[in-house]
């Protein structure tokens, strides 16, 4: 069985890096940067290309500054194949 394929878009400006999104991540995606954004704050930041798309990040983000996007089945499994869809 193929396995579904995410990725996530993080609004680095408003991530205050509570890191509360890293332990939750199963495929061990996301971690902090070293850099600060403009309120001083080190931000969340997808590392790999292992997301799944199983949201976990986004739902305990308290700043509710993680979007998650999942690519259909048929696509994901394009995509690990190397295959366009």
Do not use: W
């Not at 408003?14 to 080190?42: F, R, V, W």
Request: glycine share 6%; proline share 5%; aromatic share 4%.
């Amino acid at each position: 069985m193929a396995k579904a394929a995410g990725t996530v878009i993080i609004n680095t400006e408003m991530c205050k890096g509570c890191e509360l999104c890293i332990p939750t991540c199963p495929q061990d995606s996301l971690a902090l940067t070293a850099m600060l954004n403009k309120s001083g704050y080190h931000f969340a930041e997808l590392v790999n290309n292992l997301c799944t798309g199983c949201t976990n990040c986004a739902l305990v983000c308290p700043e509710a500054v993680i979007t998650v996007y999942r690519m259909p089945k048929i696509k994901a499994a394009a995509a690990v194949a190397g295959v366009s869809a």
